[in-house]
């Protein structure tokens, strides 16, 4: 049981390239997420899909796009690479029912833009 | 908005000895989830231990406790036994209740914890 997993787990960009960042979960989730984490900040959500065919933006959306493939993966794409999205992203999963409160996470992708 | 803050930027601690850390949290909600996430050198996050705003009885995992004063809207974690594995950065994070559709946790900035051999 693999829970989350992300690739990939290091990358290096320039300015204005585009790329796209995978989640996958094997736990039969409802519910996904992308965070980000900056130097001395929490993580910040970034957009979330409540259930498949769903996405919905979190509190820091711009500069980014979902798309929730099917109920196991969700990715994130960064169009034109910009240095304020260095940072490191993290992806996590929930079951979505009442009771049913606890994110797992991703071991995080490092994403730095030159 | 939410918010949770994390006065302690580093804490340190003694093998074997307790620790705590501290959490602050705002919300107008009166149903809601708490949390403490571990993130170790490797960056994984997580779980430690969880609460349910309506559970009036402090979670425990182990050596892991949490005390939960609903009024004074604080969540600190007590680590006993502290090992040399329980160095980390800690995070308190906060989700509104028991409505569908509320997906947002919020996260405070952190806890470095370092364990003194």
């Known amino acids: 049981n693999a829970g989350v997993t992300q690739t990939p787990k290091f990358q290096v960009l320039k300015t204005g390239q585009s790329m796209t960042l995978q989640c996958a979960q094997d736990?039969?989730?409802?519910?996904m997420y992308w965070y980000r984490q900056d130097p001395g900040m929490g993580l910040r959500l970034i957009y979330y899909s409540a259930s498949e065919g769903t996405t919905d933006k979190g509190e820091v959306p711009n500069g980014y796009n979902v798309s929730r493939l099917n109920k196991r993966e969700f990715s994130l794409r960064l169009e034109s690479a910009a240095p304020s999205q260095t940072s490191v992203y993290f992806c996590?999963?929930?079951?979505?029912?009442?009771?049913?409160?606890?994110?797992?996470f991703g071991p995080g992708t490092r994403l730095t833009v030159l | 908005a939410q918010t949770v803050t994390q006065s302690q930027p580093e804490m340190s601690v003694q093998e074997a000895e307790t620790v705590t850390l501290s959490c602050t949290y705002d919300?107008?909600?009166?149903?809601?989830?708490l949390f403490w996430y571990k993130q170790p050198p490797s960056r994984q996050m997580i779980l430690v231990i969880r609460?349910?705003?309506?559970?009036?009885q402090n979670a425990t995992e182990n050596r892991f406790s949490v005390n939960f004063q609903k009024a004074a809207k604080s969540f600190s974690l007590k680590i006993s036994d502290s090992q040399l594995g329980d160095a980390a950065m800690y995070f308190c994070?906060?989700?509104?209740?028991?409505?569908?559709?509320?997906?947002?946790?919020?996260f405070g900035t952190g806890t470095r914890l370092t364990i003194i051999p």
């Open positions: 994070a906060n989700r509104m209740g028991l409505v569908l559709g509320n997906e947002k946790l919020t």
């Open positions: 919300t107008s909600e009166s149903d809601y989830y």
């Open positions: 996590a999963s929930r079951e979505r029912r009442t009771g049913a409160d606890t994110q797992y």
């Open positions: 736990m039969n989730h409802n519910s």
């Open positions: 609460q349910e705003a309506y559970k009036q």
